[in-house]
């Protein structure tokens, strides 16, 4: 049973452009999520984070957006540069948890 | 550099064989956990621990499988008799102990059975 869901495997976006990274989860007891970047042959780097009291958290580039009602959160990535070209995760838990639910990944391709 | 370290960073195996991974954690970090990533997936948990306790064992984790993390500093993880369906990239992490943790991952161990 997979809990945490990005059905979309690949996206190609212009630079400049908005990215849009969906992300979606089927247990209601998830309360803090995360987004995950992976470059080939490293470890995924943390890029944002947001709690289930946020509908919304930013930070530079990056907004993640959370509708609970939906158990759906996206991540935007504004201006997409040909840098944020990876693999990007997302991540689901529940407070004090010790482990994340990954979804499978979005590989994002950005365009020069 | 004071991230999260694995070594090796590539292991390559014959069916059978015993097979040990390290992973140095951050240094404040008392949370270490271990996942694996097979390809196309996302990081699937295996364990955790909190100091030097192990806290958590995924059923991922068959008796073949074994960590220990002595004195709460660095882990190992050892996979015995080692199968094909082993082959993984294995990944540590490690944390701070609070309600909302990011986890810092280590770059990983690509193991290959033959």
């Known amino acids: 049973d997979q809990q945490v869901k990005q059905n979309s495997p690949s996206l190609s976006v212009q630079e400049g452009r908005i990215s849009i990274l969906n992300c979606d989860y089927t247990n209601s007891m998830f309360d803090y999520f995360l987004w995950y970047k992976k470059y080939p042959a490293e470890g995924p780097t943390f890029l944002i984070s947001i709690s289930s009291i946020k509908d919304k958290n930013e930070d530079g580039r990056f907004t993640v957006f959370l509708n609970k009602s939906a158990k759906h959160l996206s991540l935007h990535i504004v201006p997409s540069q040909p840098g944020d070209s990876a693999v990007y995760f997302c991540?689901?838990?529940?407070?004090?948890?010790?482990?994340?639910?990954f979804g499978t990944g979005t590989r994002l391709k950005v365009l020069a | 550099d004071t991230g999260v370290s694995q070594d090796p960073r590539h292991k390559i195996t014959k069916r059978g064989q015993n097979v040990t991974f390290r992973c140095d954690p951050i240094?404040?970090?008392?949370?270490l956990y271990w996942y694996r990533q097979t390809l196309g997936q996302g990081p699937e948990f295996l364990t955790y621990f909190q100091n030097e306790a192990q806290l958590e064992k995924s059923r991922l984790l068959s008796d073949r499988f074994s960590a220990e993390r002595p004195k709460g500093s660095f882990s190992t993880l050892e996979i015995q008799r080692t199968e094909q369906g082993d082959s993984a990239m294995y990944l540590c992490?490690?944390?701070?102990?609070?309600?909302?943790?990011?986890?810092?991952f280590g770059p990983g161990t690509r193991l290959t059975v033959l």
């Open positions: 991540a689901a838990g529940t407070s004090g948890t010790y482990k994340y639910i």
């Open positions: 240094s404040e970090h008392n949370r």
């Open positions: 992490a490690s944390s701070l102990a609070s309600s909302y943790n990011e986890q810092f």
